[in-house]
């Protein structure tokens, strides 16, 4: 774990843990037991999913998944095939970067790095660079709404990009009960809400674009005795896509070697 661990900032490492246990103690039960409702999910497939891969982004397109991976020297880009995991094509990200969200637009993959403010355009169908853009901030997750890309950064504002110059557009701040959640990761638009992966915790935060609310809180923590993988360390949950056409949910998680298709229930 140290390798892993030394490749995060101390600091940050050490809000995340604050972040989490406060999420898992006391803001989730708090708001949950105000307003917010909590789900629960249930497995409705499961798939194989690389055990090598560190994931950082996910997308379902054209009946095919798309994912990114993380740490530096072990980035890439992948096309996946679902029902085997079978990695149908790849491309290496060069290793000074780490890789982060990853999402579709158009005939092109767009792919974040973490700390090196650099965000990559691939052909969809050749992986070939296309070309490369720059952001301020830290790069995590990457979705698209059909007219913005939206992309988060680690704290709790989700940024809506331009998807031709890359400039800022718009910016929404998430909360919880006016609260700010902050460690959004991978990001998926699901129908008119965006799910994020909210880092180190087994929760999906389910966010109104329009205000930045949390309207629910997925509870995923079942599903990681089921993955093989403890709550402890750096082997989270991370990892949404959605088949819009069929209305199918996947999630997955760092090194995990299964991927899951699931459907969200409301709690009893
Ligand atoms: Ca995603």
Redesign the pocket.
Known sequence: MDFLRKSYHTARYTFALLSTALLSTALMPLVAGAAIPTYDFKVVRSYPHDPQAFTE???YRDGFLYESTGLNGKSSIRKVNLDTGAILQSKDIPPQYFGE???VWGDTLVGLTWQTQTGFVFDLATFELRSQFVYPGEGW???QNGKQLIMSDGTATLRFLDPKTFLEVRRIKVTADGIPVDQLN???VVGDEI?ANIWHTSTIARIDPASGKITGWIDMAKLYPAAGKGLNGENVMN????DAEKKRLFVTGKLWPKLYEVKIVPRK
């Open positions: 982004g996910l997308l969200g990853l999402t997750g990457l979705t991978e990001l998926e799910f990892g949404i896509a959605y």
